[in-house]
């Protein structure tokens, strides 16, 4: 039997836009049900008090500091090693076996459970070099951790640059160095922001890593060497320990909001870097 | 009249393909010169040789000299060179950001300069290509938005800017309308006194309304150059007679 392109035209649109609103539902569910949760926990004591009875009662102030200066410092480390590696590899080499080899690398690395990364840094920053749980050490865990998205991202973008706008600088008499800054990463930046916002999306929600590497303290980290307890680990230890669901649902949702709120303001800075290229 | 380009025995291969072989060419100062030939006859490679663009893309072969005012361009820095010979490619390529950025982009690779001499440098090079009285008011727009034609002229106010001495221009109104194409024909015309100008172009009836000079190119070699009232009325080589009188293409 055939069926008429028509009809089909029709079963094709409906399966495809069932697949996005199946996606949407489930999402729209974990958010409402979290909401539904850890709505009532959030109030000015919660967010800006300090955690008592090891977060059975209280706030959550040092948790969610520690996670504004774990992520912060992950990107701060990631992204500069990774732009300068991603533009290394696109325009300082000629594709041989060795960045095939190098590309691979990044592809397996970024493909490593993180736990993976939470004992490394373990044994290397808070062990070898004497760290101690700190945030230091989590947040170069961190780092390596997001260090291959970031170059991998950041590598698509730059080469989705058009070569041509690279020989109109050199026409120019723009040297390469100048051409890279002036015309490459500029036209780039939307693509290695995407990067760098996935790469923050991932610190803020990593909680292997940071258990490994910056502790579970609930102090407020005074210094880069004090451990920490970020949003995420807090969330799973209160769950995990059974303190409170409630409290452990307040702290995810406002995980969540923080997440939305990264995006939203990565966003807002792309279209503002980009309008006067449009 | 000065030589201001000159090819000795030029020969350049691209992997194994041998592109031009043997190019024997004088461009003197402050002239039109056409460089006309069917595809794949080496039009855009030479251009690419003279600014030494191709070593930015290729492993390439070259023998013989590319001189200019009588000095071997290899010798020459290379931004020094590419700003003393600009570029026009084919389709017009604006960078992204406002018409302002992209005339000032030549200028500001060079030195820092002052807001108002910026902008008297961005008025004076979108005068040239006859670009100023259509943008002026608009110049922290998007280039982008502008139309083909107008991007092709903004390509050619951009390379003004820098003050080069040879303007080379690959194909440059083979995307555009004839109005456009006329503009831009105009302003050759006007600033042959300022710049020496060399236009690769398969549109021979283009070469024919442009050019002081014809090279006409068929595989790698230069067939035959001279006069344009010579190459188009009495060519002394058969091909020549073929390719402009439309036999081959």
Known sequence: ?278 | MATKIAANNLAVAVGERLILRGVDLKIEANTIVSVIGPAHSGKTTLLRVINRLIETQHEFLRSGDVLLDGGEVRRLDIDVLRRRVGLIFATPIPLPGTIFDNIAYGPRLKARLNKSRLADVVEESLRAAALWDEVKDRLQTSALRLSGGQQQRLCIARTIAVDPEVIMMDEPTSGLDPISTAQIENAMRELKSRFTWVLVTNNVKQAARVSDRVAFFLSGELVEEGEAAQIFTKPKDKRTDDYVSGRIG
């Not at chain 1, 949760?37 to 500091?65: C, D, N, S």
């Not at chain 1, 760098?196 to 502790?215: K, N, P, Q």
């Not at chain 1, 102090?219 to 880069?224: A, H, I």
């Open chain 1, 1 to 278: 039997m055939v069926i008429r392109p028509l009809v089909w035209q029709r079963i094709v649109w409906f399966a495809l836009a069932a697949m996005t609103l199946f996606t949407l539902v489930v999402l729209f569910f974990i958010i409402g049900f979290i909401t539904s949760k850890g709505a009532r926990v959030i109030t000015p004591e919660f967010l800006f008090g300090l955690p008592e009875r090891m977060g059975k009662e209280g706030g959550i102030l040092p948790t969610i500091v520690a996670t504004i200066y774990i992520s912060l410092l992950a990107i701060a480390i990631a992204t500069p090693i990774g732009v300068g590696s991603a533009v290394y590899l696109c325009e300082y080499t000629r594709e041989s076996a060795i960045t095939k080899v190098i590309r691979f690398g990044a592809d397996a690395l970024a493909g490593v459970p993180s736990i993976i990364f939470g004992l490394f840094g373990f044994i290397f920053f808070v062990i070898r070099l004497r760290m101690g749980w700190s945030l230091a050490a989590g947040g170069l865990t961190l780092a390596f951790m997001i260090l291959p998205t970031i170059i991998r991202t950041s590598e698509e973008a730059i080469r989705a640059v058009p070569y041509n706008l690279r020989e109109v600088s050199y026409s120019l008499g723009g040297a390469k160095s100048q051409t890279i800054m002036r015309v490459v990463l500029p036209n780039a930046l939307p693509g290695i922001l995407t990067g760098v916002i996935l790469g923050m999306g991932r610190s803020v929600a990593e909680t292997a890593v940071v258990i490994f590497t910056a502790g579970s303290s609930l102090l407020v980290p005074k210094s880069l060497f004090d451990p920490a307890r970020t949003m995420a680990v807090h969330f799973y230890i209160l769950a995990r320990e059974g303190l409170s669901m409630e409290r452990a649902y307040g702290t995810a949702l406002l995980l969540i909001a923080a997440i939305l709120f990264i995006n939203a303001v990565a966003y807002l800075l792309m279209f503002r870097l980009t309008r006067k290229m449009r």
